[in-house]
């Protein structure tokens, strides 16, 4: 079993995890960037039509696209109002091109995508097609221009090669341009449930440790990301990578903004920002946020938005039930421990007194004998 390191080249795995399909998945020894055992040549096989409205639970990819797009990217489509207001956009693994098309603004839309159905419905909705692939020899012979903005949410990780789609990528940003990236992140401390048990169409399962050697690959460029800890599902990562320092900047206030724990206070763009990352995206909802909806449901209003709500709170109104529930049951037992306790007592009072009886009857017994 030969094996190399696909971000730093380091020839020895170390940790090894197994998936629930029973697939391996090696860790570099030196940097802990994850990759399956035997990477496909051709992974375009698993994103056949199904996988974009799979029926059966068991099958791989999303079951409502649409309304799992909606609640997943929307925070990416306010981040791109946010950072520029009009410009060439292009998504990495544009699917039916949902993203793209809910940008409200004067943009360029140019998306890439493996799926033929479903690029063919993103050009019905005015999607640039400019590749089937981030390796698609059109991109690489630099027909295609570049991009004020590039996205790229959860793809990379589908890739067989993937240092050399980031390179890519980063190849085609305007010189102000940022790229904005998600991936699935095998975290440290949370469970990754949902990346070993599922998702079997991944190749690359990156760590930080795995990132951020990465980004130390492109010393060109400047590269900010975190951990983002979507509640009851396993982590994921995001990140932005841009060259220029000031937009650099401007998209690092905005994502400091994004992760603020109280939007009270920002700006209505940034507090939107913030409220469709956290509430609506990573369901980390506080009092501060569910206080300051309004100020997202004015910029975003859907009846997507308001299903997503609901089921937040259906959730959230659950557990509050199922604690009031505990707490009744709590005091329930409590009460009973206490009728127990006195129960107790009062038996040890009898047994004193029959006792003290007894002692007497014993000694009067005693006295009679003498
Ligand atoms: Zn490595």
Not at 17 to 38: A, H, P, Q, T, Y
Not at 204 to 212: A, I, M, N, Q, S
């Amino acid at each position: 079993m030969s094996f190399t390191c696909n971000v730093c080249g380091c020839s020895t795995s170390g940790r090894v995890l197994v998936r629930g399909d029973g697939v391996k998945v090696l860790f570099c020894s030196r940097c802990d960037m994850g990759v399956i055992e035997n990477i496909p040549e051709d992974t375009s096989v698993f994103y056949e039509d199904t996988y974009y409205g799979a029926s059966g639970a068991e099958e791989v990819g999303y079951h409502d696209y649409e309304f799992t797009a909606d609640h997943s990217l929307l925070w990416v489509r306010l981040a791109i109002e946010a950072l520029y207001p009009s410009g060439r956009v292009l998504d990495i693994g544009c699917a039916n091109g949902h993203l793209l098309r809910s940008l409200s603004g004067d943009y360029q839309r140019f998306g890439i995508e493996v799926n033929a159905t479903a690029a063919d419905v993103a050009r019905q909705r005015g999607v640039d097609i400019v590749g089937s692939d981030v390796f698609d020899a059109a991109l690489s012979e630099g027909r295609v221009g570049r991009f004020e903005v590039i996205t790229s949410i959860a793809t990379f990780e589908h890739v067989n090669d993937f240092k050399a789609a980031f390179e890519v990528s980063l190849g085609l940003l305007a010189d102000e341009g940022v790229m904005i990236f998600e991936v699935p992140l095998l975290s440290d401390t949370r469970d990754n449930k949902d990346w070993l048990n599922a998702s079997y169409e991944h190749v690359f399962y990156p760590t930080v440790r795995g990132l951020e050697e990465l980004f130390k690959q492109f010393p060109d460029y400047r590269f900010m990301g975190f951990e983002s800890e979507i509640a009851g599902y396993s982590s994921t990562y995001i990140g932005v990578a841009a060259r220029h320092p000031e937009a650099f900047e401007r998209v690092g206030t905005l994502f400091e903004a994004m992760v603020l724990a109280s939007p009270l206070g920002l700006p209505a763009q940034e507090a939107s920002i913030n409220l469709a990352y956290n509430v609506v995206h990573s369901f980390n909802v506080t009092a501060d946020r569910i206080l300051a909806l309004p100020a997202l449901i004015e910029r975003a209003n859907s009846v997507n938005l308001t299903k997503r709500l609901a089921q937040l709170w259906h959730a959230d109104r659950v557990a509050a039930e199922n604690s009031l529930n505990e707490r009744a049951n709590a005091v329930w037992y409590a009460q009973q421990a206490a009728n127990w306790e006195a129960a107790w007592g009062e038996l040890n009072r009898d047994y004193d007194d029959l006792r003290k009886t007894n002692a007497l009857l014993f000694e009067q017994t005693q006295q009679r004998s003498d």
